[in-house]
């Protein structure tokens, strides 16, 4: 059974930094899967934020976050991380992570993506 796992949310002050982690378990990571971070803001749509290609590390972003959010993987851990920078109130959201784990559809269309984690919290004040 495959496991999305995310961590490291909470309420943090505009223009400080914060680092989510999704661990994965029950997953056998091919060629083709990409790790997907997404988020949905209250009364929006989720949306793709960035995602990384397990095998070779090449990494996506939406173009709204380019910049200010890192995404990256330590294999050894089946976990990938997010890094947000200079935290702006527009980025509070429930951050999900997902995998993608074949060639079609694109990396950033939520239907891609086969496997969800439950979200985690992140709330900005100004």
């Known amino acids: 059974q495959v496991q999305l796992v995310e961590s490291g949310g909470g309420l943090v002050q505009a223009g400080t930094s914060l680092r989510l982690s999704c661990a994965a378990s029950g997953f056998s990571f091919s060629s083709s899967a990409i790790m997907g971070w997404f988020r949905q803001a209250p009364g929006k749509e989720r949306e793709f934020v960035a995602g990384?290609?397990?095998?070779?590390?090449?990494?996506y972003y939406a173009d709204s976050v380019k910049g200010r959010f890192t995404i990256s993987r330590d294999n050894g851990k089946d976990t990938v991380y997010l890094t947000i920078n200079s935290l702006k109130p527009e980025d509070t959201a429930v951050y999900y992570c997902?995998?993608?784990?074949?060639?079609?559809?694109?990396?950033?269309?939520?239907?891609?993506?086969?496997?969800w984690g439950q979200g985690t919290q992140v709330t900005v004040s100004s």
């Open positions: 997902a995998i993608k784990n074949d060639w079609s559809g694109s990396y950033d269309s939520l239907p891609a993506y086969r496997y």
């Open positions: 990384i290609l397990w095998s070779g590390g090449t990494t």
